[in-house]
């Protein structure tokens, strides 16, 4: 990780660590998990929402009553909002993806889950993801959560990151791997 990401990450652990006892202790976990995965899901559709937290065009005003305005429209929690008007006072909105990732790790301590990231080549059906579940869960020992993304670039196959492990099963994968080795013959 690089010096730059790792600060970041650091920053958003303290966020997050915040943000997460002030959940645990109003029993609100549930609630800014759900908000958590709401403000992931609108950073990847919409890029209006991605510029408006990555933007050093907007001042922290124009970022604040945006972002504020967005989390009341969503519905989200108080502390979320809370959090977010923080942030953007801060000038911190940049590090939502850490934060998120932060947050989750936290929450699935807490419930003695562990998170899964999945990358497939393809959209996983139902029955593949409770497969893979179950898979992962006999291999780990805990509750699994599943984080399931779309990358066609793999052309097949999964990458699977579970803590600081990863499963790396992807055609993309192989491919780099044989060329690896036809160039080490020749």
């Known amino acids: 990780m690089s010096e730059?990401?790792?600060i970041s990450a650091g920053i958003?652990?303290?966020y997050a660590t915040a943000a997460f006892e002030l959940a645990k202790e109003g029993s609100s976990l549930d609630e800014v998990e759900r908000d958590v995965d709401a403000l992931e899901a609108a950073m990847t559709d919409s890029s209006d929402f991605r510029d408006l937290v990555s933007?050093?065009?907007?001042?922290r005003e124009e970022q604040g009553g945006?972002?504020?305005a967005v989390a009341e429209r969503m519905?989200?929690?108080e502390n979320v909002k809370n959090l977010l008007g923080l942030m953007?006072?801060?000038r911190r909105l940049f590090l939502l993806p850490h934060l998120f990732r932060a947050l989750r790790a936290l929450i699935s301590e807490e419930k003695g889950q562990v998170t899964a990231e999945v990358a497939?080549?393809?959209p996983l059906t139902d029955g593949q993801k409770e497969r893979l579940g179950e898979t992962l869960k006999s291999s780990v020992g805990k509750d699994i959560k599943m984080i399931v993304t779309v990358d066609e670039s793999l052309i097949g196959g999964l990458v699977v990151k579970v803590g600081s492990k990863?499963?790396?099963t992807s055609v993309a994968s192989r491919l780099a791997k044989l060329q690896n080795a036809m160039k080490e013959v020749g």
């Open 4 to 6: 730059t990401a790792s």
């Open 12 to 14: 958003a652990l303290r």
């Open 55 to 59: 933007s050093p065009v907007y001042t």
């Open 66 to 68: 945006a972002v504020i």
């Open 75 to 77: 519905g989200l929690s």
């Open 88 to 90: 953007a006072s801060r």
């Open 120 to 122: 497939a080549a393809a």
């Open 166 to 168: 990863m499963i790396d």
